[in-house]
């Protein structure tokens, strides 16, 4: 699997921010696409998830209500949308596929885009 | 939220060194931690999964240890292409949460 996101984007406080992330490669449903992201010098931060195949999707209570993450199958492309931006949002972010071993319950973050880099600033 | 912690925060070894570094949970994982390198402006690459699975392709110099909630990555014979910033990650409960990074220098 191939995963690769649109490109840099500058927002001012207060706006929104679509990024996008097209897979290629196998089944888009057959995936669930996560986002995680990373300010400059920072651990990365899980933002949320979206099961392809049915939609689903699940997001973490520091973002609830900030956060929409999103799937077009026609188009093989995740989009993950933050509202209400702030400084504290600028960061790189970037989508990633779960593998899940149903044996041993093991999931781990394998196939990564390259990243987008989001700066909001007034 | 599971917080984790690691240490160093950075370390200095030579080419050819072992390398140890730990990981501690907030609470109880069994063995649903990962390990990740990352090097500048790259996404994380995954080493280690389920505490000490290696992860196809990487180098067997690699491995990981722990239960519970104390865990180690370790790296022998340390090579030039090893100096990376590397987290821990949990996956045993939501949100995942990563630790704040150890970054290797050579």
């Known amino acids: 699997v191939q995963l690769v996101q649109s490109g840099a984007e500058v927002k001012k406080p207060g706006a929104s921010v679509k990024v996008s992330c097209k897979a290629f490669?196998?089944?888009?449903?057959?995936?669930?696409f996560h986002w995680v992201r990373q300010a400059p010098g920072q651990r990365p931060e899980w933002m949320g998830w979206?099961?392809?195949?049915?939609?689903?999707?699940k997001y973490p209570h520091t973002l609830q209500g900030r956060i929409n993450i999103t799937r077009d199958s026609s188009a093989s492309t995740a989009y993950m949308e933050l509202s209400s931006l702030r400084s504290e949002d600028s960061a790189v972010y970037y989508c990633?596929?779960?593998?899940?071993?149903?044996?041993?319950?093991?999931?781990?973050?394998?196939?990564w885009g390259q990243g987008t880099l989001v700066t909001v600033s007034s | 939220d599971i917080q984790m912690s690691q240490s160093p925060s950075s370390l200095s070894a030579s080419v050819g060194d072992r390398v140890t570094i730990t990981c501690r949970a907030s609470?109880?994982?069994?063995?649903?931690l990962n390990w990740y390198q990352q090097k500048p402006g790259k996404a994380p690459k995954v080493l280690i999964y389920?505490?000490?699975g290696l992860q196809g392709g990487v180098p067997s110099r690699f491995s990981g240890s722990g239960s519970g909630t104390d865990f180690a990555l370790t790296i022998t014979s340390l090579q030039p292409g090893d100096s990376a910033t590397y987290y821990c990650?949990?996956?045993?409960?939501?949100?995942?949460?990563f630790g704040g990074g150890t970054k290797v220098e050579i």
């Open positions: 990650q949990q996956s045993h409960s939501t949100p995942v949460t």
């Open positions: 389920g505490a000490s």
């Open positions: 609470q109880t994982i069994g063995d649903h």
């Open positions: 490669g196998n089944s888009f449903t057959d995936n669930s």
């Open positions: 979206i099961n392809a195949g049915n939609g689903n999707t």
């Open positions: 990633t596929t779960l593998v899940y071993d149903i044996l041993t319950g093991y999931k781990y973050f394998d196939y």
